[in-house]
C-alpha cells in the first residue's frame, strides 16, 4: 500500500500491534513491500523500528520478505547513480538479513514496461538495455546474497504489449550469466481481463502458461483494483476477492497470488477483525486467503 515510496496511515501501528492482524500473517507466506517505502527517511522507519518490530513480527509469524524493487529500471540510461541506486537496495537486503529476517525474494517493478521521461517527455528505451539493466543488477545481488529469488513485477501484457519474445530474451541472458529468472508477477489490476479491453481472464492465462512452460519461471498474478483503489474500501475488497474467481473460470492456477494496493484505499491496514460495514487491508488478505482455502 502507499505510492511513490510512501505508506499507509497504520504502517508502522500495524507493527506495534501484531495482534491485530495475527490470523492475516498465519495465512500468508510472503510479505510484499516497496523498497522505497523503507529507504524513504520521510517515512522515518529507522533501524529500531526495522530490528524491533518489522522483522520480528514477521519472522515469528515465520513470514518472508519480498522486496519490490525498482534499482534496476533505467541503469544504463542513467550511468552517474547506477551504482549507488543497486547499492541502496541490496544494502537494504542485507541489513534486514543481519536482523534476522529473511529476504527470499527481489521483484524487479516494472522493468521491462515501465516508460521513460526525460523532461516530461517519453523517450524510447530499447527492451536489449531494459534486460542488460535487470542482468547487470541480478548480478550485483547474487554476489553478495546468492540464495535470493530473482524476478520481475511486470505489465507488458496488461498493456496489450508483446511479452513473449522479452520474457525469453530477458531469461535467456539471466541463463548466459549463471543466473535465473525465478517469476514473474503480473501487475494486472481486476479491472483490465474483467472488462477485456487489452487482456481477457484467458489471456492471463495464457500469459501464466508461457511463463511456466517456455520460460521455466513461477507464475504470479498480483491482485488489486484501480476503480476499486479510488473508489472505496468495500469497493477495493469486493474486486480483489472476485479475482481469483474469474481466473478459475479461465482454468488459471498460479503459483502465487499478491494481493497489494497502490491506491487512496484501502485507507487502514488493521484490524483484520474490522465489523461488517468496514474493510481493512487485512481483512481483506483474511478473506482472500479463506477462499483459497488457506
Known amino acids: 500500500m502507499g505510492t511513490a515510496g510512501g505508506m499507509p496511515p497504520d504502517f508502522e501501528e500495524k507493527f506495534y500491534r501484531p495482534e491485530t492482524w495475527a490470523q492475516a500473517r498465519e495465512a500468508i507466506d510472503v510479505y510484499y513491500v516497496r523498497a522505497a517505502t523503507l529507504l524513504n527517511p520521510d517515512n522515518g522507519l529507522d533501524d529500531s523500528f526495522l530490528g524491533d518490530f518489522f522483522v520480528p513480527v514477521l519472522e515469528g509469524s515465520g513470514v518472508e520478505i519480498a522486496l519490490d524493487a525498482v534499482g534496476a529500471g533505467f541503469l544504463l540510461a542513467r550511468p552517474a547513480n547506477s551504482t549507488a541506486r543497486i547499492e541502496r537496495e541490496v544494502a537494504l537486503m542485507e541489513k534486514l538479513g543481519k536482523m534476522g529476517g529473511r529476504v527470499g525474494y527481489v521483484a524487479l517493478q516494472s522493468v521491462l514496461s515501465k516508460p521513460l521521461r526525460k523532461e516530461s517527455k517519453v523517450v524510447e528505451y530499447p527492451m536489449q538495455q531494459r534486460i542488460e539493466d535487470v542482468v547487470g543488477y541480478a548480478k550485483a545481488v547474487r554476489e553478495r546474497l546468492p540464495e535470493i529469488e530473482l524476478g520481475i513485477l511486470d505489465a507488458l501484457p496488461t498493456k496489450g504489449l508483446e511479452y513473449r519474445e522479452p520474457y525469453g530474451q530477458l531469461a535467456t541472458a539471466l541463463d548466459k550469466d549463471g543466473l535465473k529468472l525465478d517469476f514473474v508477477h503480473?501487475?494486472?489490476?481486476?479491472?483490465?481481463?474483467?472488462?477485456?479491453?487489452?487482456?481477457?481472464?484467458?489471456?492471463?492465462?495464457?500469459?501464466?502458461?508461457?511463463?511456466?512452460?517456455?520460460?521455466?519461471?513461477?507464475?504470479?498474478?498480483?491482485?488489486?483494483?484501480?476503480?476499486?483503489?479510488?473508489?472505496?474500501?468495500?469497493?477495493?475488497?469486493?474486486?480483489?476477492?472476485?479475482?481469483?474467481?474469474?481466473?478459475?473460470?479461465?482454468?488459471?492456477?498460479?503459483?502465487?497470488?499478491?494481493?497489494?494496493?497502490?491506491?487512496?484505499?484501502?485507507?487502514?491496514?488493521?484490524?483484520?477483525?474490522?465489523?461488517?460495514?468496514?474493510?481493512?487491508?487485512?481483512?481483506?488478505?483474511?478473506?482472500?486467503?479463506?477462499g483459497l482455502g488457506r
Open 186 to 290: 503480473l501487475d494486472c489490476p481486476y479491472e483490465h481481463p474483467q472488462q477485456g479491453t487489452r487482456i481477457t481472464w484467458e489471456g492471463v492465462k495464457e500469459v501464466e502458461t508461457f511463463v511456466k512452460q517456455d520460460v521455466g519461471a513461477r507464475f504470479g498474478l498480483v491482485c488489486t483494483s484501480r476503480t476499486g483503489g479510488e473508489a472505496s474500501d468495500e469497493a477495493w475488497h469486493d474486486n480483489v476477492l472476485d479475482a481469483p474467481k474469474q481466473y478459475a473460470e479461465a482454468d488459471g492456477n498460479p503459483n502465487e497470488y499478491v494481493v497489494m494496493s497502490w491506491f487512496p484505499y484501502p485507507a487502514s491496514s488493521i484490524p483484520e477483525s474490522a465489523g461488517a460495514d468496514t474493510f481493512t487491508e487485512t481483512k481483506t488478505v483474511l478473506a482472500f486467503s479463506r
